[in-house]
């Protein structure tokens, strides 16, 4: 291995500034968590157990899928309302050379005379796949109509909803949607939750004609506390738009 030849002063001077940039990324996290940002909440978001994950996450009907790839082997654990299923997958490298595979033949140009022949490779590479990943939580799976992914590495790059199952496509069996963690879902679905702002100010531009004004009866619709800034702006009409009729004759 490479082993630069630096001075000790020089050392010193680079620990210096390596804990000067470990501190500064500390307090940028902690301004974060205090500021309360929409961005807070998902990345420092709380670890969920499972009863936490399987009483406010899931319904019935629904399943979360999670995937950790390593080196000699690699999990997937699928997660019910009924309960929790761990099984072992091949290591890391046999997955990622499957899925290469996989994307490789979907990214090929196909013609009108070579699309059969390519669609029944894409399909065939698509059921081995769907071998390795999925079908040893076959039995977990069988109540469900809507699966959460949970992919991790090369996994967040294949379409889940073209793996074949038989003769069948996974999109034809399950409803699929994707996040990074059961937990980020769990802060973005709180988020969701949270009552949005009940004051709305629209503008719109319902005369066409060049130069036309806001009419009367369209500022009639603006709320007081806006008028002086409508009457004293110029609002020229909607670019590209066409004369049709406004219903304000």
Sequence with gaps: MFKPNIAAARKAELNRELSDAEKEVDLFDLRLRAEGSRYSPVVYADTWDLQRIRRELLKPGTALVEYALGGAQSYAWAVTTE????????????IEKQIEAYRDELSRRVTALTAGPATTRVDLLGKQIYQTLVAPLDKALAGSSALIVVPDGVLAYLPFEALVDGEKRMIERFDISYTPSASTLGALR?????????MLVAFADPVYGTGAAVPDVARAFVPSVFRNDVAASNFAPLPLSTSVGTGLE
């Design 83 to 94: 309960g929790l299923t761990t099984v072992v997958l091949p290591g890391r490298k046999d």
């Design 190 to 198: 709180a988020r969701q939750r949270t009552p949005a702002p009940k």
